[in-house]
């Protein structure tokens, strides 16, 4: 039962764990059982951030129901809190049950406050002045660190001594692996990996005013491989905001010539990734809080790639005594075509293999759910069996409610792609998008033929369209429900609707698309 | 055979010499194997090569038994109708009475037909109404 504990540090860490989870719900496959998202974000009440923990909840529901079902494909893989973790063995109920975690102090304070500036001796506030500017100290913390890593430094720092660090690190155990997400251009991220991966590496955890700490060896020699997101968007120039893009290339030279020493250089990575963008695309320049939300990116879509490459290829990597024995692996992420529309067909064969089938199916499972469930209930594969798909199930059922949920999230997240430059196009939608706040409130298809959306490839013909009765479109999607239904027989009627979807799906794409 | 269907034809029309006839020519022999075999066909057509979600309510099955319904009655006159005409007995009204009621016959072995096969259809096992 191998986990893989994922790091996601700062707003752009939250959003690869969230196309993470959209990847995983549409069946991308981890060769780890387990995935462990901590995100660490002192932001608390960031759009983005919010979105991505909901997105974690409803996943979780979804797959504690449906994701042991052999017949189903989505959401196979298990999603963990680091809380329930803990509960499978020693437990503490000081960690709480969710996917972010707390840095004490940073809730309410400046960060003039979260030093103890005040009460610092003459010398100790003229290092502290050299240190940090005047808008460093009276910063207030609970937005995050505002592109400025000398805080974020500190402040992190402080996670490694909390309670959920401490019970991560006993909890840890031998097969399983860490993978860190975070941008290198910003703060929180920044600032955070190399503290977090210090502190891995180091293996001690102190408790309370303990001098020596515990020593945690499977921590220490934990397989780690990270992703370090380098600059793909620039933020408006706002007088009133301290975030200012021009220094975003500065910043991440510094940061890499730091981590050439600090991170690589000294073997405290197994595995390391890459990516970044030329920075077309400009977002409304927020430095927190509820209306930090910004559209999702395929640059994010790709870095979640690198979690399923690393789950891929750990167990050929090894760490001794804190130090990787591997030669550290460096990998970027590329594709075939260079253009600002990406398709399937734009993407490398391996990228493909990967997303291609399991995007398009969910993609189908979804647009049936959105606009033909409801319409369709007297078919065989809703009827005929003990468990039936009725109005009932898709108004009142909370496994139903909660996967639609989850499903306009997806719409959301497909739709944010479409329009975020670059621009991933793999379907053929239109984006809905909300005349006052100009968020991506839903995706739609214009086009009547369903199997002639997915850009750049072309519907496949087979001998039973000339037939004089040939099944089109959404009604060889519902032959093929009937048929997968038989397949899946009768279970409870969550496990029975996404199995049938699941294989019915499976199988239209194969036949039509791929 | 022609002992195995003369009941079921008569239990629904009898009329002396019609029917007298019909039994001596053997026609109900093969009227009542004609009928099994159209409305298997029928059948099987609708469940099995048809077989589509968008044909598979209870007015579609409904149009196929009236389709099984005209041939039938089609055939239960002409049938009877050369034979006799060529054996010189002359018959007017039986014809078509005859022929409605061997219809009736044909779409009850098409409605028998219908819930024995339906179970195996993946479109359409519960047309024309839930078992």
């Known amino acids: 039962m191998a986990k893989l ?52 909840n409803d996943y979780q529901s979804i797959h504690n129901e449906i994701g042991d079902f052999e017949k189903n494909n989505f959401f196979k893989t298990k999603i963990t809190t680091l ?6 063995g020693n437990g503490n109920p000081n960690v709480i049950d969710g996917f972010r975690y707390e840095i004490e102090g940073v809730q309410s304070d400046t960060f003039e406050d979260f030093i103890g500036y005040g009460s610092l001796d003459k010398s100790n506030k003229y290092l502290a002045n050299l240190l940090f500017s005047d808008e460093n100290l009276s910063s207030n913390l609970d937005v995050g660190f505002k592109g400025n890593p000398n805080i974020g430094s500190v402040v992190l720092n402080q996670f490694s001594k909390s309670d959920a660090f401490g019970a991560f690190a006993s909890n840890f155990k031998n097969e399983d692996s ?11 991220g920044a600032s955070g990996f190399p503290l977090i991966l210090k502190n891995i590496r180091e293996g001690k955890i102190f408790t309370g005013n303990e001098k020596q700490g515990k020593t945690h060896q499977f921590l220490k020699d934990a397989i780690i491989g990270a992703i370090t997101i380098q600059p793909y968007f620039k933020v408006t120039n706002n ?46 320049n927020v430095e ?33 005594n804190g130090k990787a024995t591997n030669q550290i692996t460096f990998k970027e992420f590329g594709i075939d075509n260079t253009t600002q529309d990406i398709q399937f067909t734009d993407l490398s064969q391996s990228t493909n293999s990967i997303i291609r089938s399991r ?8 647009l049936f759910l959105k606009v033909k469930l409801r319409n369709e209930l007297k078919h065989p594969y809703a009827t005929a069996y003990t468990s039936k798909i009725d109005t009932n199930f898709i108004e009142l059922n909370p496994f139903y409610l909660t996967l639609s949920r989850f499903n306009k999230e997806f719409r959301i997240w497909l739709g944010e792609l479409y329009r975020n430059e670059v621009h991933f196009k793999p379907f053929n939608i239109e984006v809905i998008t909300n005349e006052k706040t100009k968020e991506v409130e839903d995706i739609s298809v214009t086009d009547s033929s369903i199997f002639s959306i997915v850009n750049g490839v072309s519907e496949k013909k087979s001998i039973w369209e000339y037939t004089p009765f040939p099944k089109k479109n959404y009604e060889l999607y519902i032959s093929q429900l009937n048929k997968a239904a038989e397949e899946v027989g009768n279970s409870t009627l969550s496990k029975r609707f996404m199995g049938t979807f699941s294989l019915a799906t499976k199988s239209i794409v194969n036949q039509k698309l791929y | 055979m022609n002992d195995l269907f003369a009941p079921l034809f008569e239990f629904f029309y009898y009329t002396v010499p019609f029917s007298d ?48 319904f005209g041939v039938a009655f089609t055939l239960g006159i002409v049938l009877p109708q050369t034979k006799f005409v060529a054996l010189g007995i002359e018959y007017h009204s039986e014809y078509y009475i005859f022929g409605l009621m061997n219809a009736l016959i044909a779409s009850s072995f098409y409605f028998i037909i219908s819930f024995m096969i339906r179970w195996w259809s993946t479109n359409a096992k519960r047309t024309p109404f839930p078992h």
């Open chain 1, 5 to 56: 504990y994922v790091f996601g540090i700062g707003g752009t860490g939250a959003r690869v764990i969230k196309s993470l989870a959209m990847l995983l719900a549409s069946g991308v496959k981890s060769n780890f059982t387990e995935i462990v998202p901590i995100i660490i974000d002192p932001d608390k009440s960031g759009g983005d951030l919010n979105r991505t923990i909901n997105a974690l």
């Open chain 2, 21 to 68: 006839d019909l039994y001596a020519e053997g026609l109900y022999a093969s009227l009542g194997l004609c009928n099994v075999l159209i409305s298997l066909f029928f059948a099987v057509l609708f469940y099995y090569i048809i077989n589509r979600p968008a044909f598979s309510k209870w007015y579609h099955w409904l149009i196929i038994l009236l389709i099984n």
């Open chain 1, 359 to 366: 995007l398009s199916e969910y993609f189908y499972f979804n």
């Open chain 1, 239 to 284: 007088k009133k905001s301290k975030i200012d893009s021009q220094g975003f290339i500065t910043k991440t030279k510094a940061a890499l010539h730091y981590y050439s020493r600090n991170v690589t250089g000294n073997k405290s990575l197994n595995s390391m990734y890459y990516i970044g963008d030329f920075d077309t695309k400009e977002y409304t």
């Open chain 1, 83 to 88: 809380s329930e973790v803990i509960s499978e």
């Open chain 1, 288 to 320: 927190g809080g509820r209306d930090q939300k910004n559209d999702a990116h395929f640059v994010e879509l790709a870095a979640a790639l690198s979690i399923i490459d690393f789950s891929n290829s750990y167990s050929s990597l090894k760490t001794v």
């Open chain 1, 178 to 188: 860490i993978f860190i997400v975070s941008s290198i251009f910003g703060g929180t």
